[in-house]
Each structure stands twice: as structure tokens, then as C-alpha cells.
């Protein structure tokens, strides 16, 4: 970014609600059945039909709203946006407009940019600003490829119509790209922690708008910004608003003027599009809903509501970057998700070593979880077990080196550390006489070696070492070896 | 069995003493449409053979010694904008002439649940908009009193059905008069429940804040049983009233001494046909001589309610009918290239002008800019009207007025000023804007022999109260005739 200029992001967040049902209907909110089966007179939009507000979806945005530091407003009211597409039945999105679930919230996190390999340069905790939460209901699809007559014919699939949404309206708070993004992520993750969303943006639970502008550094008003729509994924987000802020100074740096418009990502060729400008910008004729009454929340179900919200992601990473003394890396890796943070913990307490634990967990675990594929959730080891086997390591039962193929095997069968080990002997030698017995007869199998030593080759210390470690099956304590080598050498 | 003048009450003692059967009655009644409905145009779908297959069941039920539920066996017309499973349902319109609801409205399963025999649809102003019928696409209803004349509108199907004994009782809708001004014109009984009385779930929404199923009947008796059947809660419908339902045929007690009967000084104004004003000035003695104390009383922001309705209403109305865009169901213009065109043939060539007039105009008051000086205040309005009512009725019990006030006018006379068309539910549309119940209940004739109505008001959720004085006043002032037909 050219320095005489600073970006100004906000962003708009539609998060997908893991309801069982619908919004305004009782069918299934969950995908991948037939098109336009999983839907009913209301969501279809037929005549007649009314909406009847889903009790799950309030709770669950009470619990989004309320990690997110917002203030619940006890009365809010739906609202119609009218405007005509194939894919919304009724001619209009119930939403919220001037009287949204919650307002005024804000999230502190740690943000940093990155270098050219895309590490983070410095990590600075800072504050942004969420105008608004508001609930929604999702559109339908048009599907214009892969059917029957594609060529002549555009298809609806309602199975998504009505589908609940909270949408996230950020201030205007972001000055670059690695902002947006780490907020995004933030979003994401808290979605995930409170169990709301499923966080999937390949698949739209989780979709992305950016509002763009840019100024000179130390300007006070804001220059003209432009909306870009089809964000659906951190990639792209990144590199979309890199790529506006690039056009935009150009254009003011050759003279051109921003126009206020919609334009849409386009990936393949690394570009953001016009799609609409500000002329044909629609006029959505917002009033209240008729259908639905006003939403009441009282102060004790938020009260119930927060009791059950769990340790939200950056109170968990600072928690546990302090208790565990740990790196801004490592606790942010540590609370991906709840469940790696819950994991994480376990095998901490299992253990009673948080920093061996971290090691393992942010290297063993995470490099076998990648390789087959897996999720955390879906760890063949448990948590007690991994700490076990870290506990085993921290006491030298084995060295580092036998407990990345216990790991290996653990990962592969789910059986306990202690077994493995007793199956593939692996057992550390830390008995000082053993240990001496088998120092004894490597010595004396090699007296000629022992003579060379004896007149001072040194270097031949290694060499005994190695032939211990073979008699022994590489079992032995190194450290308690190597004393009683030189002990016996030296003697 | 004679059809003219039969009540339920009189249908089900017939049915109880053998005299009649479900069949024959049903039967009687097919005949009767087979023969009146050319003329009158009242039915845009007949349902004889599904009518007549439940009636059969019906009898099989009560040789079988079963109760006769509230409206066992009755031949009931259902308004053309109420959904009816696998029935064609039009709303009067072009735009869902082949539409074919894959449910039914609650208060048709609660009808059927109580025994009704649903006959067929009653043709309407096209999505209820309209005080005359003749916004139907297909064709005006006539008035059975004088083919001449229309039946009012929207409901004019099932008015002039219930009028000219095509069914025993109808439903209608009434957004702004619907079910009130053609009960009034067609010279029978008709009730707004309070908004919220009655599941609007399958109800073609056209205001959705104003719009109310009620019944239309012969007499109030029949409509309280209607009521008793279609009110109460329903979880399809988040704006249904949980209040408790009363037994408004228990209500009826035929005595009215000491009722608090207000008129609203501002009710008997410039444009009131003298005629009406005569008849309902009667009325209102009658009531008097029935033991009511009448009161004067004032709803000083009446003259605002036209505006008001007409603002609120095609506001709702633009919305709810953006739906109606040829993608998933009805018709859909077969000569458009692109997807605005599709939207635009169809809109245009499927809905027709009136309809078309009141989307521009609630697409008018709602745009960025205009909002608040018309959709908002209008709200504003809405609730000094409910400030008026509150009042009026600290100091009465029901208030009267003309249902109408004109009598049934002839066809074509306003199709072409839809100001003095609008004009025709001056006394009706506030009483949906304040949510309040109405019914209009037979108020004598024009020296023309052309029906007039009187309505009564009164407070939310007390139609027990309404249909009490409406029922002792016909008991005592029975209008005892029928349409020459």
C-alpha cells in the first residue's frame, strides 16, 4: 500500500444459524437434500402462508450477540426488504431495519501484518467496533449450470429459503487487509465457540461483503467506497481488498475519481468487477413486518442465555498464554477452536506439563491430524491418553525420539501409550546398574578400542556410546549412559 | 326442502327430526347454483363432487347416531381469496388462474373439522380489492336484489351466495369493509372479527394489519357459530390472539336492556344518502324501543381514515403481491426474452388495473424519501384513531353507523372514479385501522327495495356483545324478505 494513503474497511458478516428448522417454518435447515425438498407453503413463498418465528434462533442469536459485547435491544422489529429476484419467493427478505436485534458491540483482538511468506510481523491487540447484529432469513439459489436445459433455462432451489442468518455490520474500523481478515477469523471462531455456526464458507454459513475506501493518511473524511460482494473465503477476502485499495489509489493517484458502486471478485482473474452502480442501486422500501410482532427479550433470559455461553476464544488465548506461559503464536494456534483449546487443556492437566504438552500438541498432533485428513473432534487419541504419553516423556519412562513413534502408533490404533510401549519394548533403560552391566560388556568386547581411548582418543567416547545404544536396543537413558561410560571409561 | 330463508338452526332440526338429509340439502343447493349462478355470477368454482361425496359420509355419520357438530352438513361458500387444498383458488385474479393451493386456510380445516360442506368459491374483487366486485377478472357478481345493481364488494360472492340461498353461510374477508359493505348491500349479516380473532394462515394476504376472515350469514345466530368454529388461536399465524374464545351462541340472549349504544356525531355528515341516513335513524330508534340507551359520541379524526386506510393498505398490499411474479406458480407471460421482462409481461398482462393502481401507489408511499411523510405518518393517524375509539367507548358499550353510505349502486356507475369508489367504505376502514370487531346487520330498504345496512362496533375481542344486540334486534325487527329470484 502506497504510504500517503490509509484504507477504510467495514464489513458485513451473514452468518448461517445451526438451527435444526427453519426460521419461519418448520422444515429442515440442514443442506443436501433434493432440490426444493425441504420446503412448505411458507418458505416456498405460496399465498397465504405466514411466518412463525423460531424460538432456537433467538436463543442462538442472544448467544452470538452476546459474545460479541453487543447490547440486546429487549424490543426489536422485523422488517420486509422488498426487491424482485427468482430465487426470493415471497418478493421480500424479512430482516431487521431500524430496530435490529442488537447494536453497539466490539471485539479486542490481536492483529498483525504479515511478510512476503505470509508470517505475522507483530501481533498488537486492537479494538473493533460491531454497529449492529440483526436476524434475517436466507434467500434461495438459482442454479444457471448443470441442469437438464441449462442452456435455455435458469432453475430454483428453495431448500436454503428461510434459512436463518444473523447479519454482522461492522464501523468502519479496519486500515488493511490482514485487519479485515484477522477480524473475520476472530468472527468465525466466537460463531464457533458459542456453537452457532458452523463456520463453513466454502458452502455460505459464512459470507463476506466488504464496504472499501481509501484517503490520504491523516484525512478526516472518508473517500468514496465501493461494496465488494462474493467474499467467500479468507483468500480471497485478503486479496480482493488488496486489490481495491491498489485500484482505488491508482485512480486517485491518476487524476480519476471512486464512484460508488457493487463490485464482485472475481478470482480467477485476481479483479474486482463493477456489478451495479449507484444508480441502479435498489430502494428496498423497508417497513415493518405485519406478519410477525415485535420480538420481546427480557433482561433474565439474556441473563440464562449468558450463563451458558462458554469462555469466548480471545479470553481463552490470554488465559491460557498466561497460566501456561506460552507464545501469542502458541495460544492463538491453541484456541483455533474449542475443541483443540479443550483438548489442549487436558492433556496439560493429564500431563501436569503445559509446556511439553504445547510442544506435542502444536507439533506431533497437528502434523498427524493434517495428514489424515482429520479434525480435532475426530482425534483417535484421547486427551488423557496424549497426556500420558507426555507425562512418560517428561519422567524419560522414554526419550523424545520413542514417543514420536508411540504418538505415530497411538494415532493409528487408539491404543493407550503404556500398552504400545509394552508391545514394541520400548521402555526406557534408567536402572544405573543395568545400564552399567551393558557398558561393562561393550567395553570389554572392544578392547582394542578401549586401549585407544585409554591413550587418549577421545573422540572414541562416541563410538562407545553408539555400541551401547546397540546392545541395548537404543533403550537406555543417554544421559545416564553417557555418565556411566565415562565413569567406567575414566576409571 | 326449501333452501330460501334456511338457517343452520332450522337446517339442523330438520336434519335431527329425518325430514332432510345432507345429500338432499347439498343436492338442492348444486341445483340452485345450476340455476342462479349464470345470472349472478357468484361461484368461480363449484366443488359438487367432493361436496356431495362428504355429504353422504355426513348421513352415513348421523344414521350412525352421531352428534350433530355446529355446522354439520352445512353448505358453506368459501371467498376465492381463502386457500383450499387442491382447489383452485384465484383470488379473482388472472394471475392465479390455475393456482391450486397444496393447503387449506385454518379456518377452512377448522370449518370442515366442524362438519361444514364446502360448496364452492366465491367469486370477489381480484385480492379483495374493491367495494363493488367488479375488479373480479372474472366478471362482476350481481346484486340477487336487482341484477342491476352490484353486491358491494370485495366479498360480493359470498354475500350475494348467502343472499340469494346458493349456501347457508359464507366466508369473506374484510380488509376495509369486505365482509361488512357487500352483507350491507346484499341485505344480510356480516362480521369483522377483531384483527387477531381469526388465523389469517391461508388467507391471500392483501393488507396484512388489516385483514380479517369473518362470516356472512343470514342471520347473527349463524354468524356467531361461524365464529365460535374459525376463532381462537393458531400457531400459523403470530398474529392470532391468544384470548380465550367465547360461546357466542350461549351470548345470544335476545335482551339488550341498559346497553350503551353510541353515535358518533361525526357519522351522519355530507354525502350520507338521505335514504340510509333514514333507515339507519330507525335503527338506532328500534334499538332504543329494545331498551339500549343511546349516547352521543364523538371519533373526532374520522375524516382522516380514507387517507389513512388507503395509504396503509396498498403499503401492505405492494409488498404482499410482489410474490405474484411468474417464477413458481400461476401465470407467467410466455413473450419475455429477459428475467425484467418476464417480471414486467407478467405483472402487467396478469393482474388487472385496479390492482396494478394500488401497487404503484403503496410502492409509492413506501420508497426512500417519500416513507415518512406518508407510510409513517399514516401510522401516526392509526393510532389517534385508536386514541378516538378508546374514548367513544369509555362511554358506551357498541357504537352504530351505516355500514355504507350508500345504497347498493349500480354497475358501472363508479368504475371509472376510484375516489367515489373509495368513498363507498368511509364507515368501514377505520374500524380495521383500530382493529376493532364490526358487523353490518339488515336495516330495512330503499323505496327501491335495495338493501341498507347498519353497522355496529364494538370493543377488541368483544363480538359476543356485537352479536348479542345484533341477534335481539333481529329478533325483534326481522327483515322477512327475500330476494326475488
Not at chain 1, 141 to 149: L, R
Not at chain 1, 192 to 217: F, H, I, K, P, T
Not at chain 1, 222 to 230: L, M, S, Y
Not at chain 1, 432 to 445: D, M, Q
Amino acid at each position: 500500500m502506497d504510504k500517503d494513503f490509509e484504507a477504510v474497511i467495514g464489513l458485513e458478516i451473514h452468518a448461517q444459524l445451526k438451527t435444526r428448522t427453519k426460521i419461519f417454518c418448520t422444515c429442515s435447515a440442514i443442506f443436501g437434500g433434493e432440490p426444493n425438498s425441504d420446503t412448505c407453503p411458507v418458505c416456498l413463498g405460496l399465498p397465504g402462508a405466514l411466518p412463525v418465528l423460531n424460538k432456537e434462533v433467538v436463543s442462538m442469536a442472544t448467544k452470538a450477540a452476546l459474545a460479541l459485547n453487543l447490547h440486546i435491544n429487549h424490543e426489536s422489529i422485523f422488517a420486509r426488504k422488498n426487491y424482485f429476484y427468482p430465487d426470493l419467493p415471497k418478493g421480500y427478505q424479512i430482516s431487521q431495519y431500524d430496530r435490529p436485534f442488537s447494536e453497539r458491540g466490539w471485539v479486542e483482538i490481536p492483529t498483525s501484518e504479515r511478510d512476503e511468506q505470509g508470517r505475522a510481523v507483530e501481533w498488537k491487540k486492537k479494538r473493533f467496533h460491531i454497529t449492529r447484529l440483526h436476524i434475517e432469513e436466507d434467500a434461495g439459489k438459482s442454479i444457471h449450470d448443470g441442469m437438464p436445459q441449462s442452456a435455455t433455462k435458469s432453475y430454483v432451489n428453495l431448500n436454503r429459503s428461510g434459512v436463518p442468518l444473523v447479519e454482522i455490520v461492522s464501523e468502519p474500523d479496519f486500515r488493511s487487509s490482514w485487519e479485515a481478515y484477522d477480524y473475520v477469523q476472530y468472527l468465525r471462531k466466537t460463531l464457533l465457540y458459542a456453537g452457532v455456526c458452523d463456520g463453513n464458507m466454502e458452502e455460505g454459513s459464512l459470507r463476506c461483503d466488504a464496504n472499501v475506501s481509501v484517503r490520504l493518511r491523516g484525512a478526516e473524511k472518508f473517500g468514496t467506497k465501493a461494496e465488494i460482494k462474493n467474499l467467500n473465503s479468507f483468500r480471497f477476502l485478503q486479496k480482493a481488498l488488496d486489490y481495491e485499495i491498489d485500484r482505488q489509489i491508482k485512480t486517485i493517484k491518476e487524476g480519476g475519481k471512486i464512484t460508488q458502486e457493487t463490485r464482485l471478485w472475481n478470482d480467477k482473474e485476481g479483479k474486482t468487477y463493477v456489478m451495479r452502480s449507484k444508480e441502479e442501486a435498489h430502494d428496498y422500501r423497508y417497513f415493518p413486518e405485519p406478519d410477525l410482532p415485535p420480538l420481546t427479550v427480557s433482561t433474565q433470559y439474556i441473563e440464562d442465555i449468558s450463563q451458558h455461553l462458554p469462555e469466548l476464544p480471545e479470553a481463552r488465548r490470554e488465559r491460557l498464554q498466561h497460566l501456561y506461559e506460552l507464545t501469542m503464536e502458541e495460544s492463538m494456534l491453541l484456541t483455533q477452536t474449542k475443541e483443540m483449546a479443550d483438548y489442549y487443556e487436558q492433556v496439560t492437566e493429564a500431563s501436569g506439563n503445559a509446556r511439553l504438552a504445547a510442544n506435542w500438541v502444536l507439533s506431533e498432533l497437528l502434523r498427524e491430524l493434517k495428514n489424515a485428513g482429520k479434525e480435532i473432534t475426530e482425534c483417535p487419541v484421547t486427551a488423557r491418553d496424549f497426556g500420558d504419553l507426555v507425562k512418560l516423556i517428561a519422567d524419560n519412562t522414554i526419550s523424545g525420539k520413542m514417543g514420536k513413534e508411540v504418538f505415530e502408533k497411538m494415532f493409528q490404533t487408539g491404543k493407550s501409550p503404556q500398552l504400545l510401549i509394552e508391545e514394541l519394548g520400548l521402555k526406557q533403560i534408567t536402572d544405573p546398574a543395568e545400564i552399567e552391566s551393558i557398558v561393562k560388556t561393550v567395553v570389554a568386547a572392544n578392547p582394542k578400542q578401549f586401549e585407544q581411548y585409554k591413550q587418549g582418543k577421545q573422540a572414541l567416547f562416541g563410538f562407545f556410546v553408539g555400541q551401547v545404544m546397540k546392545a541395548s536396543q537404543g533403550k537406555v537413558n543417554p544421559q545416564l549412559t553417557n555418565d556411566i561410560l565415562k565413569k567406567i571409561l575414566d576409571a | 326442502m326449501e333452501l330460501v330463508g334456511l338457517t343452520v338452526d332450522k337446517f339442523h332440526s330438520a336434519l335431527k327430526s329425518g325430514e332432510t338429509t345432507v345429500e338432499a340439502v347439498c343436492k338442492a343447493t348444486f341445483d340452485r347454483i345450476e340455476k342462479l349462478n349464470p345470472d349472478l355470477n357468484v361461484y368461480l368454482t363449484v366443488t359438487k363432487d367432493s361436496a356431495l361425496e362428504r355429504a353422504r359420509q355426513l348421513d352415513q355419520q348421523l344414521a350412525a347416531g352421531a352428534e350433530l357438530s355446529p355446522l354439520f352438513g352445512v353448505p358453506t361458500a368459501i371467498k376465492d381469496n381463502i386457500c383450499t387444498k387442491d382447489v383452485r383458488t384465484t383470488c379473482a385474479s388472472k394471475i392465479l388462474d390455475t393456482f391450486k393451493p397444496p393447503y387449506s386456510a385454518t379456518v377452512v380445516e377448522r370449518l370442515e373439522a366442524a362438519g361444514a360442506v364446502v360448496v364452492g368459491k366465491a367469486n370477489c374483487d381480484e385480492f379483495a380489492m374493491g367495494s363493488s366486485n367488479e375488479n373480479s377478472a372474472y366478471g362482476s357478481v350481481r346484486n340477487p336484489w336487482n341484477l342491476e345493481h352490484v353486491p358491494g364488494g370485495s366479498s360480493g360472492g359470498s354475500a350475494a351466495a348467502v343472499a340469494a340461498d346458493l349456501c347457508i353461510v359464507a366466508l369473506g374477508s374484510d380488509t376495509g369493509g369486505s365482509v361488512r359493505e357487500p352483507a350491507s348491500f346484499c341485505g344480510v349479516t356480516g362480521l369483522k372479527p377483531t384483527y387477531g380473532r381469526v388465523s389469517r394462515y391461508g388467507l391471500v394476504a392483501f393488507g396484512s394489519s388489516l385483514d380479517q376472515v369473518g362470516p356472512i350469514s343470514k342471520n347473527a345466530a349463524d354468524s356467531a357459530r361461524v365464529l365460535g368454529v374459525i376463532a381462537g388461536r393458531d400457531w400459523h399465524d403470530s398474529t392470532s390472539s391468544e384470548i380465550s374464545v367465547p360461546d357466542y351462541l350461549a351470548a345470544l340472549t335476545g335482551d339488550i336492556k341498559g346497553l350503551k349504544l353510541g353515535v358518533p356525531k361525526e357519522a351522519f355528515v355530507e354525502g350520507l344518502h338521505p335514504e340510509v341516513k333514514a333507515r339507519i335513524q330507525e335503527s338506532i330508534k328500534n334499538f332504543e324501543s329494545l331498551g339500549a340507551e343511546i349516547v352521543e359520541v364523538s371519533l373526532p379524526h374520522s375524516e382522516y381514515a380514507i387517507a389513512d386506510y388507503y395509504i396503509i393498505a396498498t403499503a401492505e398490499a405492494s409488498s404482499n403481491l410482489a410474490r405474484y411474479d411468474g417464477v413458481k406458480y400461476g401465470f407467467r407471460d410466455a413473450d419475455a426474452k429477459t428475467l425484467q421482462e418476464m417480471y414486467k409481461k407478467t405483472r402487467d398482462h396478469g393482474f388487472g388495473s385496479e390492482v396494478k393502481r394500488r401497487i404503484m401507489l403503496g410502492t409509492y408511499v413506501l420508497s426512500s424519501g417519500y416513507y415518512d411523510a406518508y407510510y409513517l405518518k399514516a401510522q401516526k393517524i392509526r393510532t389517534i384513531l385508536e386514541q378516538d375509539f378508546r374514548k367513544a367507548f369509555e362511554a358506551c358499550d357498541l357504537i352504530v353507523m351505516p355500514t355504507a353510505p350508500v345504497p347498493p349502486f349500480k354497475l358501472g356507475e363508479k368504475t371509472d372514479d376510484p375516489l367515489a369508489m373509495y368513498l363507498a367504505d368511509i364507515y368501514t376502514v377505520t374500524i380495521n385501522l383500530v382493529g376493532v370487531p364490526g358487523i353490518s346487520i339488515p336495516s330495512g330498504f330503499t323505496s327501491d327495495g335495495l338493501p341498507i345496512g347498519c353497522q355496529l362496533i364494538a370493543p377488541h375481542f368483544e363480538e359476543a356483545r356485537l352479536l348479542q344486540a345484533a341477534d335481539a334486534y333481529e329478533r325483534s325487527y326481522p327483515s322477512n324478505r327475500y330476494p326475488n329470484i
